[in-house]
């Protein structure tokens, strides 16, 4: 395993993870970086940069600079295709979205982005991706099929596949800014039937709701929204203390 997933498998053994996940297309390099400083000060794990809309090119990049400057924390990528490379970056979650129906969002994007992640030589780490409704942005602009949020069963069947086929991370995503994150009964149903570490995103807002997500079984929680709309750089601490606590409390 590379070091971000060895960092990832370490870490683990200790305590449950807390992902703050950055969009360029929503922030200037300058707060990326203020917010990654405060992130490492708060205890968060690590900084994911992507989004479904316009992180690509010099905005990503400028991006994933500023907090490299201000921040010890991995970056690593959470593209929405091979449009979100950036050399700048630790690691990058390799990932299929594996209910697309479209294959561009299955393996095609992968194939476009391949020879760039090896000649920049980023971390690659395989991940199963899996849209949850509602689903928001990523659910339309990945053209999926969105999973029932009453149909655990089916997630937990793409899990396993997603752990057959060799992926070593499953991520159940409700997409960004979903009014409701992804039940506490599916991640539960998952997690009792995959081996690989276990992330959640998508809605989730208060440290209650990081809380649950992670006593129904989820590993890493990633949150974005509620910390970049909190309002103000204060806010958007005493937001990153609070959803991070619910991650790391061990009630
Ligand atoms: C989106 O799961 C992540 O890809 C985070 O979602 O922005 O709703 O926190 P939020």
Do not use: C
Request: glycine fraction near 12%; hydrophobic fraction near 40%; proline fraction near 6%.
């Amino acid at each position: 395993l590379g070091k971000v997933e060895t960092y990832i498998h370490e870490k683990l053994e200790k305590e449950k993870l807390h992902f703050f996940l950055l969009d360029p297309d929503d922030v200037s390099p300058e707060l990326a970086g203020e917010l990654a400083r405060i992130s490492e000060e708060v205890g968060v794990d690590a900084i994911m940069v992507g989004g479904s809309t316009g992180a690509e090119g010099e905005v990503l990049d400028s991006v994933v600079r500023a907090i490299k400057e201000s921040s010890n924390l991995p970056v690593i990528l959470f593209p929405g295709s091979h449009g979100g490379i950036s050399k700048y970056a630790d690691a990058i979650f390799f990932m299929s979205l594996l209910n697309s129906r479209n294959p561009f969002f299955i393996t095609g994007a992968q194939a476009l982005g391949a020879f760039q992640v090896k000649r920049y030589g980023i971390e690659p780490i395989p991940m199963a991706y899996l849209i949850i409704e509602p689903g928001e942005t990523v659910g339309w602009v990945g053209d999926a099929k969105p999973i029932p949020r009453h149909k655990p069963k089916i997630a937990a069947a793409y899990a396993l596949a997603g752990q057959y086929l060799g992926m070593r991370l499953v991520y159940l995503e409700a997409g960004s800014g979903a009014p409701q994150p992804v039940p506490p009964e599916m991640i539960g149903l998952v997690k009792r039937v995959i081996d690989v570490p276990l992330i959640v995103g998508g809605g989730i807002r208060t440290g209650e709701q990081a809380r649950a997500a992670v006593k129904a079984g989820a590993d890493i929680i990633v949150t974005g929204t509620a910390i970049e709309k909190a309002g103000s750089v204060e806010r958007a601490r005493e937001k990153l203390e609070e959803l991070n606590r619910g991650v790391k409390s061990d009630r």
